[in-house]
């Protein structure tokens, strides 16, 4: 029961900011700072070699963590307009954090292959997940997360819609187009590292964008919008869960992101008939 309250939440989440992550193209924004949690893993590893009461599976997410966080501020402030060090675009900022931060991760997990000769505790699950051992600590912070997030994107869903469309427009009609930037970004950086544990760090941006991609193939209203997106995650979420039940070979998060793919193809092969 408590992986799928976490899957659950997660996807619910990601589903409530996946139609502005679509709208202001920030899908590789979510790639960046999901990968970047790699070099964290690899900074815990490193320091697993130098002091062995560290080599605990528990604290390379605590680094996960960290790092993703620290790279969405970072993120968020080389590529708002106005930075103080010259604004990047957005893919520019997110390739200086993640091709570092994936390059340390590797040196970690080299040197820690090296230097005990077995691979660090939880490689694997990193990139791919593993909710089958959700803790009840975990899945409530995963509900606390979603609540955060479907309470902030509904409080100022109008300002963001307006802040993704045209954000110079949005700041001149009197947005707070700082405040909604760095907003969204730490809102994604949140279900980012709270999904990491779910679908690992390869799958969780596709969490992010195959609700909002699917929806716009079905519906043009804000309202409606939300809605399928949330429809697609639950689907995604109880479809992943089901099928690892039956086959528990078949790992959960690539089950959920591979339902989600199949409802965009449903989506794009229904949209081509009704222009016919």
């Not at 609540?147 to 307006?162: P, T, W």
Request: proline content about 5%; charged content about 10%; some cysteine.
């Amino acid at each position: 029961m408590l992986p799928l309250i976490a899957i659950l939440s997660v996807t619910i989440a990601c589903a409530v900011l996946s139609g502005f992550v679509v709208a202001r193209r920030w899908a590789f924004v979510g790639e960046g700072i999901g990968h970047s949690g790699f070099g964290g893993a690899g900074t815990a590893w490193l320091l697993a070699c130098a002091f062995p009461l560290l080599d605990d599976p528990n604290i390379p997410y605590i680094f996960v963590v960290v790092f993703a966080l620290a790279a969405a501020a970072g993120i968020a402030y080389l590529s708002r307009p106005g930075s103080r060090f010259g604004a990047l675009s957005g893919d520019a900022a997110v390739g200086v954090f993640l091709v570092g931060s994936v390059a340390w991760g590797f040196v970690g997990q080299r040197v820690y292959v090296y230097v005990r000769q077995v691979e660090p505790a939880g490689f694997t699950s990193l990139f791919f997940g593993e909710p089958a051992v959700v803790s009840p600590q975990y899945a409530f912070s995963s509900v606390m997360v979603a609540a955060a997030v479907v309470i902030a994107v509904f409080s100022l869903r109008k300002e963001m819609l307006a802040y993704c469309i045209d954000p110079m427009l949005a700041h001149t009609s009197g947005v707070r187009s700082a405040f909604i930037h760095y907003l969204l970004v730490g809102l994604i950086a949140l279900v980012i590292v709270i999904g990491v544990n779910v679908v690992g760090t390869l799958l969780v941006t596709a969490l992010l964008i195959l609700p909002g991609v699917t929806a716009g193939k079905i519906t043009t209203t804000l309202r409606a919008h939300t809605a399928v997106c949330v429809a697609v995650a639950i689907i995604g979420a109880l479809g992943g869960s089901l099928i690892h039940l039956k086959l528990p070979f078949f790992p959960t998060g690539p089950a959920v992101v591979l339902i989600m793919i199949a409802l965009f193809l449903c989506a794009v092969i229904r949209a081509r008939f009704v222009r016919q």
